[in-house]
Structures are given as C-alpha cells and as structure tokens.
C-alpha cells in the first residue's frame, strides 16, 4: 500500500485530471456553438452579397451603355 503522502498526490492527480477534461469538454462546446454562429453569419452575408449585387445590376449603368 502507498504512503498517506503518495495517495494524496495520486488522488490530487486524479482530481486535477477529470478537472481539466470537463474544462476542455466545456471549450470543445465553445467553439462549437461560436462556429455555428460564425456559419449563420456567412449564410445571412451570402444573402446581403447577392441582394446587393442585383440592386446594383438594377440601378448602376452598364459599362457597355456609355
């Protein structure tokens, strides 16, 4: 059986460990959340993107025209 000193530093381990893998879990879910949100944001600029290039066809002259 280890020493009292040896079991507390395994048990300080132990701990330290299932700490850190629910800390990174947590980022893990962080960064998944932030790179949904980050994909809406490219879909509603998408949609900016193409309602800007038709008002532009619209209302701009063509180059050819002049």
Do not use: C
């Not at 998944?32 to 949100?37: C, G, N, P, S, T």
Request: net charge neutral; proline share 5%.
């Amino acid at each position: 059986m280890p020493s009292r000193d040896a079991q507390w530093i395994i048990g300080a381990i132990l701990v330290a460990t299932v700490s850190l893998s629910v800390q990174i879990a947590g980022i893990r879910t962080d960064v998944r959340r932030l790179d949904d949100r980050l994909r809406a944001v490219e879909v509603e600029f998408g949609k900016v993107e193409q309602r800007l290039a038709t008002l532009e066809r619209l209302h701009l002259p063509n180059p050819a025209d002049n």
